[in-house]
T-cell receptor
Framework: DAGVIQSPRHEVTEMGQEVTLRCKPISGHDYLFWYRQTMMRGLELLIYFNNNVPIDDSGMPEDRFSAKMPNASFSTLKIQPSEPRDSAVYFC??????????????FGPGTRLTVL | AQTVTQSQPEMSVQEAETVTLSCTYD???????LFWYKQPPSRQMILVIR??????QNATENRFSVNFQKAAKSFSLKISDSQLGDAAMYFC?????????????FGKGTKLTVNP
């Protein structure tokens, strides 16, 4: 299996621009998670989906952030407008319920976002 | 709120020696899951080992094993025969399922250096 795929791996943009991060979960997985990692706050859960439906978005910092999962194999995290404090590494992870490995999340390689 | 504490920001070990990384967590739940993830300089989050709280037997994965003390809420990771490739940040994480929602809470991490 290819694992969780994220694109782009690096993104540099200017303040005020729209940024879209993309994720393809492991095939067959029914949970998808978006995390943000910074030096100050560590790893934080932003939002997660189950069967393409958002379950908990309490970690989304503000209205500038939005996430969608139009189908089982694709999700996006959008920041509009972006700000320098959004600079971080954003991870996508997926997991599969109903198996012995349920609740085990497998992470993608991350997207390093820099907002100038 | 659940919290995960890794009291050792940095640790070092000689190649081929054994090292133990500490982790404690705070919870009132009886059923939950614990994980150790490794993050090398490539920043990929790699699952090292997982433990179900209902299992008394400590999990092992090759050179990696845990010492799970449920009453003490302690979950340490032992790395035997340390190798240069083990150098990374190690994150302890806790997951509980509540009312259909599940969240993975991470500690701040321990940076492990392996000396040749």
């Amino acid at each position: 299996d290819a694992g969780v795929i994220q694109s782009p791996r690096h993104e540099v943009t200017e303040m005020g621009q729209e940024v879209t991060l993309r994720c393809k979960p492991i095939s067959g997985h029914d949970y998808l998670f978006w995390y943000r990692q910074t030096m100050m706050r560590g790893l934080e859960l932003l939002i997660y989906f189950n069967n393409n439906v958002p379950i908990d978005d309490s970690g989304m910092p503000e209205d500038r952030f939005s996430a969608k999962m139009p189908n089982a194999s694709f999700s996006t995290l959008k920041i509009q407008p972006s700000e320098p404090r959004d600079s971080a590494v954003y991870f996508c992870a997926s997991s599969l319920a109903g198996t012995l490995q349920r609740h085990t999340q497998y992470f993608g390689p991350g997207t390093r976002l820099t907002v100038l | 709120a659940q919290t995960v504490t890794q009291s050792q920001p940095e640790m070092s070990v000689q190649e081929a020696e054994t090292v133990t990384l500490s982790c404690t967590y705070d919870t009132s739940e009886s059923d939950y899951y614990l994980f150790w993830y490794k993050q090398p300089p490539s920043r990929q989050m790699i699952l090292v080992i997982r433990q179900e709280a209902y299992k008394q037997q400590n999990a092992t994965e090759n050179r990696f094993s845990v010492n799970f003390q449920k009453a003490a809420k302690s979950f340490s990771l032992k790395i035997s025969d340390s190798q240069l490739g083990d150098a990374a940040m190690y994150f302890c994480a806790y997951l509980v399922e509540e009312g259909g929602s599940e969240k993975l809470v991470f500690g701040k991490g321990t940076k492990l250096t392996v000396n040749p």
